[in-house]
């Protein structure tokens, strides 16, 4: 079993749509976890930065962990074209260890 | 914004030949990474360094690779004699303790 499991895609979904990323883990001793933001050939964009479980929501982004199913979320409403890169899980047992990546999805969201 | 600046961004190189790739972290950040993400793959963690020195490092940092942090400010990934397999973008990144800014990466092509 993979440690980071993410669905690459892609996820293609008309502008004002409400969208749904996920990851599945395998390593209870994740306990931070992030959301990037990557544009095609540039670095990971920090979206949302959550610790254990539970929601944290920034303007239209909300995170969601559910550690007891090792399973993370991010929810996009009222999504926009500018939306359209490729959205990376990553998580790690410290919150200066080594990240864990997933796969990355590709969201395109068409006007 | 704060931001961990890369250069350079693009460097192409022959077989057998050693190169360095400089980043500079930020200012007040005291952990500092290298991760490298081939192409259509995911992001690799190769090594994180705190405190002048090495404190993880994944298989794929072998012999081949080094890290220093010359003066307060820069911080290298050298790559002494390059392979075709090294072919990637390379980030850096660096962390406060809130989540982890990545710089926008240099493509390395080896030829």
């Known amino acids: 079993q993979k440690e980071v499991e993410q669905d690459p895609g892609p996820l293609s979904v008309p502008e004002g749509a409400i969208v749904s990323l996920n990851c599945t883990y395998s390593?209870?001793?994740?306990?931070?976890f992030m959301w990037y933001r990557q544009y095609s050939r540039k670095g990971p964009e920090l979206l949302m930065y959550?610790?254990?479980?539970g929601n944290k929501e920034d303007g239209r982004f909300t995170a969601q962990v559910d550690k007891s199913s090792k399973y993370i979320s991010l929810f996009i409403r009222d999504s926009q074209p500018s939306d359209s890169a490729t959205y990376l899980c990553?998580?790690?047992?410290?919150?200066?260890?080594?990240?864990?990546f997933g796969q990355g999805t590709t969201l395109q969201v068409k006007p | 914004e704060p931001e961990v600046t890369q250069t350079p961004s693009h460097q192409v190189t022959q077989m057998g030949q050693e190169v360095i790739l400089r980043c500079v972290p930020i200012?007040?950040?005291?952990?500092f990474y290298w991760y490298r993400q081939i192409l259509g793959q995911k992001v690799e963690f190769l090594v994180s360094?705190?405190?002048?020195?090495?404190?993880?490092k994944s298989e794929i940092f072998d012999d081949q690779f080094s890290v220093e942090r010359p003066d307060g400010s820069n911080f290298t990934l050298k790559i002494r004699s390059t392979k075709l397999e090294d072919s990637a973008m390379y980030f850096c990144?660096?962390?406060?303790?809130?989540?982890?800014?990545f710089g926008s990466g240099t493509r390395l092509t080896v030829v």
């Open positions: 990144a660096s962390s406060g303790g809130t989540g982890y800014t």
């Open positions: 390593n209870s001793a994740f306990q931070y």
């Open positions: 959550t610790y254990s479980s």
């Open positions: 990553a998580m790690s047992p410290s919150n200066t260890g080594k990240l864990i």
């Open positions: 200012s007040n950040h005291l952990y």
């Open positions: 360094f705190y405190n002048n020195e090495i404190s993880e």
